[in-house]
């Protein structure tokens, strides 16, 4: 089913969306000339396949449950927010904030992501092929972030239990933030993630781990920050 | 909040379009911010005279036209709603005295050989219809919608600000040493019509630019002595630049193509532009800066 927003409205294609008719069987739909528009596909929680065929603005797929999200074109701020299953794929560039605060599901970017990526992501899985900006993975709780070019300023500031995998260079860690040793399930872990992300010209090995020093969060009383 | 945007045209053939193509992205806008809007665009024109961008406000029209050719004799003025442009072979420090000293009740918005500037409180729409601004033709334009946040909903509190010949800019953000930086400003002799923050900036880059400083240069030192959270255009008679500040908290996003390089606070605002789906779309980084033109 096509759904133009040039002659639909917004509120009207989400709530097509997000009240499918369960009597029929129509789980593929193609949004076009989304023209920018914020919150396209914000709140789905079925199992249902989107093709965004265009630039959105910021929120696209935000708390998304459940539903297969492609976007054909770029995102502005917080793309999949608060993402809690599913899967959402940018196959542009996306904004800052891609995926703050997500519970679960595949977040994919093909290009790059700008500030903020991950912001104190819970359980999200978070892919990007292209670079990362400044304090990418802040106050990032658990999940796993994972960055085929490179990072900005301050990766992981603060972050609890995220693993984060870098292959390009990082301008600088945030505190609390180290490189840690990459065992053998995290190769794996990682290697089903490039594959489910079908990354097949980097090797896993070829990635950097960071993670929590685990200094800033286990309250000690000389902690010297 | 605030919504900033601005266009810079890079084919000719686009030229006599500049005013629809910004008006339909200022309308746009109007969602971050719709307490007033303003925009400057840039026309090339040939010539030595200088043009003067005046808000007359409550004046009538016909009695500040008299009065005025009492002091300038070569005046050529043109009425746009509540803004006359006003064109003068005349020095622009004698021009710039004569209307701080009989004209109290009017405001300059701006002057220079390319600029006219306009603006007004009102949402973008009506600010927008008000002056016509799909009828202007131009190489380059940038423009505003305002959200108030630290400062008067007023026309001097309104964008773009100009503090120089040919110079504007337009903010989203706020900056938090703009009293202390106007004060160090006015030492060096430049003066301020508000209270506003922008104002402080646009006053520290017409002093950078006086002092020979290249638009590059002045906004690089801007990096070191603007504190607080900003996304600039600053437009010269020539070319526009932007910057972001370091943290980035405020969007911007851009869209070049082999015709335009258009920037604006968010994607919709550029969504009606010629062939903007197939343009290199790109968020400009923080703390660098980016220009077109010289």
């Known amino acids: ?225 | 909040m605030c919504g900033i945007v601005g266009i810079y045209l890079k084919n000719e053939k686009l030229n006599n379009s500049l005013g629809s193509l910004l008006a339909e992205m200022l309308i746009n806008m109007g969602s971050r911010g719709p307490d007033s809007a303003g925009f400057a665009i840039y026309n090339n024109e040939k010539g030595e005279k200088l043009k003067y961008s005046i808000c007359i406000n409550n004046l009538d029209y016909e009695n500040f036209k008299k009065e005025l050719s009492e002091y300038l004799d070569d005046a050529d003025i043109r009425k746009n709603s509540d803004h006359v442009i006003l064109k003068t072979k005349k020095k622009a420090n004698d021009v710039l005295k004569i209307l701080k000293d009989h004209f109290k009740n009017t405001s300059l918005v701006g002057y220079g050989k390319s600029i006219e500037i306009f603006k007004q409180v009102g949402s973008p729409n009506d600010v927008v219809k008000k002056f016509n601004l799909n009828k202007y033709s131009g190489t380059h334009a940038i423009g505003h919608t305002r959200m108030a946040t630290e400062s008067a909903i007023t026309t001097d509190g309104s964008h773009p600000y100009s503090t120089g010949e040919d110079e504007c800019l337009v903010h989203n953000g706020s900056l938090s040493n703009h009293n202390n930086l106007r004060r160090k400003l006015k030492k060096k002799g430049i003066n301020f019509d508000s209270e506003n923050d922008t104002e402080v900036a646009a006053g520290y880059i017409s002093n950078h630019l006086a002092n020979k400083k290249n638009l590059k240069e002045t906004l690089n030192d801007g990096l070191r002595d603007l504190d607080g959270f900003y996304t600039f255009i600053t437009g010269t008679r020539n070319g526009f630049a932007v910057l972001r500040d370091e943290i980035a908290c405020k969007p911007a996003v851009i869209a070049e193509t082999k015709d335009y390089v258009a920037i604006a606070s968010e994607f919709q605002a550029m969504a009606h532009l010629p062939g903007v789906n197939n343009a290199k779309i790109f968020e400009p980084e923080p703390g660098v800066v980016y220009s077109w033109g010289s």
């Open chain 1, 1 to 225: 089913m096509e759904l133009d927003l040039k002659k639909l409205k917004l509120r009207n294609v989400n709530d097509t969306l997000q009240n499918l008719d369960r009597k029929k069987n129509e789980r593929d739909f193609t949004i076009i000339n989304p023209e920018g528009n914020h919150a396209v596909c914000a709140g789905l929680n079925k199992e249902m396949n989107v093709t965004i065929k265009g630039h959105v603005g910021y929120y696209c797929a935000g708390m998304n449950q459940k539903a297969n999200i492609t976007i054909e074109g770029n995102v502005g701020t917080g793309v999949a927010e608060n993402m809690m299953s599913g899967k959402v794929h940018v196959k542009g560039n996306a904004s800052q904030s891609a995926g703050a605060t997500a519970h679960g599901g595949l977040l994919i970017i093909d290009g790059d992501a700008s500030s903020r990526c991950g912001i104190s992501m819970k359980g999200v899985d978070i892919v990007v092929k292209g670079s990362v900006g400044h304090m990418s993975g802040f106050m990032s709780q658990s999940g796993n972030l994972i960055v085929c070019g490179d990072a900005g300023e301050a990766l992981g500031d603060s972050l609890y239990e995220t693993n984060i995998y870098i292959r390009g260079k990082v301008k600088s860690l945030g505190a609390d933030c180290i490189e840690k040793k990459m065992d053998k399930k995290h190769l794996n872990k990682l290697k089903k993630f490039l594959k489910d992300a079908e990354i097949k010209n980097f090797k896993a090995e070829s990635f950097k781990r960071y993670g929590s020093a685990r200094k800033l969060y286990n309250f000690k009383i000389d902690n010297s920050y």
